[in-house]
């Protein structure tokens, strides 16, 4: 079992559209929660990040972390034909001795189409 | 200012060949680090290192694959006695402290071993 579970979809909503994006970890040590957007043939770019649990807003976009239930979201309101790509959570440990810090722990990947 | 590059974009290699993979950071990143994406799955670290010193290199698939970082800036990716099995995206972070909110990723090379 992959450590971090996220579904690989395809999802596809129409403009305007509120989408859901979620993962499942297995990992309590994992403290920080990061949601990436990657375009084909490009890089991941930084969303949004979340330090242990709660929420946060950026914009159109909404992240939550549930740790007691080794759940994360990533909400998009408004949904844009510009917003379609593949999402990746993301996920690392505080620093426990230094070498772990920063190394990131990916899902698999949600590929989302809005379409006009 | 400019981002995180990688050279070549595209590298073609026989089964068997050894290749390098080129990461240039942002200008004044202390931390750099190596990830393998694989078709339809989310990038896999592989190494990472603060300044010249790989502090965690427990991603390496096996010792066919080495980094190295001489001078604190350049990093280069190096596999040995390539496989099938190691064609990928490889994609290179930076990030000015470690911190693992701040990686800046590359375009990645994309690896093909025929």
């Known amino acids: 079992q992959k450590e971090v579970e996220q579904d690989p979809g395809p999802l596809s909503v129409p403009e305007g559209a509120i989408v859901s994006l979620n993962c499942t970890y297995s990992n309590s040590a994992f403290q920080y929660f990061m949601w990436y957007r990657q375009y084909s043939r490009k890089g991941p770019e930084l969303l949004m990040y979340t330090y242990s649990s709660g929420n946060k807003e950026d914009g159109r976009f909404t992240a939550q972390v549930d740790k007691s239930s080794k759940y994360i979201s990533l909400f998009i309101r408004d949904s844009q034909p510009s917003d379609s790509a593949t999402y990746l959570c993301?996920?690392?440990?505080?620093?426990?001795?230094?070498?772990?810090?920063?190394?990131?722990?990916f899902g698999q990947g949600t590929i989302l189409t809005v379409h006009p | 200012g400019a981002g995180v590059s990688q050279t070549p974009s595209n590298k073609v290699t026989e089964k068997g060949k050894y290749v390098e993979l080129r990461c240039d950071p942002i200008s004044g990143h202390t931390a750099l680090y190596w990830y393998r994406q694989s078709l339809g799955q989310g990038p896999e670290f592989l190494i990472y290192?603060?300044?010249?010193?790989?502090?965690?290199d427990s991603g390496l698939p096996n010792d066919r694959f080495f980094a190295v970082r001489p001078e604190g800036s350049v990093s280069t990716l190096k596999i040995q006695r390539t496989e099938r099995g190691d064609s990928a995206v490889y994609l290179c972070?930076?990030?000015?402290?470690?911190?693992?909110?701040?990686?800046?990723f590359g375009p990645g090379t994309r690896l093909t071993v025929t």
């Open positions: 993301a996920m690392s440990e505080t620093p426990a001795g230094g070498t772990s810090y920063g190394k990131l722990t």
């Open positions: 972070a930076s990030s000015p402290g470690g911190d693992p909110y701040e990686q800046y």
């Open positions: 290192f603060q300044g010249t010193g790989a502090a965690d």
